[in-house]
């Protein structure tokens, strides 16, 4: 009995149970979509994702293929909470159970604001939100580049105003701005515009402007991405940001020279109106027209003032051509009656002169007079000297002489005997020495010596170096001797 019992109860393989398992999980879930936090991410070598989803209650192990991760819509995270979609599969080989997932998105806009948040406060620690990096537009920019989408109503909108406004020329580097993968091709787009060299072969815009139209959170998340915010705040060119309607505001607004509310709104602030230029211009025109009018009726007037302030110019020219006319003909009269005038005085001065001829055949007879005096009184010098000299001579014999020259010779010995005995070297002879230093100069106080100090001792019969020892001399009275 028990054992037909027990043959009653079917037999499987393991191969069959797993297979039994996995068709029942797959037939009765089909196609869902679990909610949960991320955990336990793992990304293998050959591209698949591996994962697990857990909430309060539980944990389910998850795979995204590799040929489904271009497509999941989102970069996956540990600790960030999804909706992840897909369909329930078994693995016979370690007889678990597991979400084979092809898309994920955020768990709600509540979970977006909160990464979005934490995203701004960290970039903007960075400073990439900063206000002085913020570069002003140019006025009227030759090129403006456009990264938006090559379809939709962005790309006219912003063409139409353009076109309105002030036509420029306009590059549009055409990039999705959403789904998978556009967050990149933005970031590729913004640095591709800064790459440009200027005068290449491609314009390099002068302002370029990022835009979408509007959509939800999930739709504007390429915007929000950390990548296209540190593009943008990298930029080399000024940029202005333009993503949803006027009440959206994504990341990339904060790191923008300008925001713009529409596509058409940040058209408008890329280039001026061409017909309010044209009337700025006709009123500053205006403006200088009637301010160079007033300038010059201002110097019209000072210019009527000047001329009722100077004189009657023919009027003073009448008077000196006149006068100049007088001037001359009393110059006429005056130049002969000058001449007169001297003349009458050269003659009045000349009967004044005395007999000059006369005055110098007198002159020349006193001279000659006086030589004859002259040289009469020489010829009697000259023989009262020759009969002197006749007188003296003969008084001027040898004895006398000689009796001159021995007196003169015995004055001569006794002060040279006398000068001997004064002479100093005849104290030295005696054994006294004169001490000076080593310059030569007479050392005659023992204070004025130091210690130690060389010297120079002069003795009779020549000279000898000496250095003074520590010795105390005597008084005034006495002498040191050596």
Known sequence: MDEQATSNVPEYSVS???????????????????????????????????????????????????????????????GVEVVAQGKISAYGERSSYQLIVERMEYAGAGAL???????RLRLAEE??????RKRALPLLPEVIGVVTSAQGAVIQDIKTTLARRFPRRLILWAVPVQGEGAAQRIAD?????????????????????VARGGGSLEDLMAFNDEAVVRAAAAST?????????????????????????????????????????????????????????????????GLQRAERGLPDLPGLLGTARQRLDDRAQRLALALPNLLAARRAGLDR????????????????????????????????????RAALAARVLPRLTEAPLRARLREAAARLSGTASHLEALSY????????????????????????????????????????????????GRSRQGALPL
Request: glycine share 10%; no cysteine; hydrophobic share 45%.
């Open 16 to 78: 069959e149970i797993s297979g039994a398992v996995k068709r029942t999980l797959e037939g009765a879930f089909g196609r869902i979509r679990v909610r949960g936090e991320i955990t336990e991410l793992k990304r293998y070598p050959s591209g698949h994702i591996y994962f697990a989803l857990k909430d309060e209650g539980g944990k389910i192990s998850g795979v995204v293929w590799k040929f489904s991760v271009p497509r999941l819509g989102l970069v996956p995270e540990n």
């Open 113 to 119: 604001l909160a990464r979005i948040e934490a995203l």
């Open 349 to 384: 001065a000349a009967a004044r002169l005395p007999d000059l001829p006369g005055l110098v055949a007198a002159r020349r007879a006193a001279l000659a007079l006086v030589g004859e005096k002259l040289r009469s009184a020489l010829r009697h010098a000259v023989a009262q």
């Open 237 to 301: 060119i000024p940029l202005i940001s333009a993503v949803g309607h006027e009440t959206d505001t994504t990341l990339i607004d904060f790191a923008s020279d300008r925001r713009a509310p529409t596509p058409t709104a940040a058209a408008e602030l890329a280039v001026p109106s061409r017909v309010e230029i044209a009337a700025d211009l006709q009123q500053k025109g205006a403006r200088l027209t009637g301010a160079l009018n007033r300038m010059m009726q201002e110097r019209r007037l």
């Open 189 to 209: 787009a913004i640095n591709g515009f800064s790459a440009l060299e200027p005068g290449g072969a491609v314009p390099r815009p002068d302002v370029v402007i």
């Open 127 to 132: 400073g990439l939100f900063d206000a002085a």
């Open 425 to 472: 070297a005849r104290v030295l002879e005696r054994g006294f020495a004169i001490v000076s230093d080593p310059a030569g100069h007479p050392l005659t106080s023992a204070a004025a010596i130091r210690p130690g100090q060389p010297l120079r001792l002069r003795l009779a019969d020549g000279e000898v170096a000496a250095t003074a020892d520590g010795g105390r």
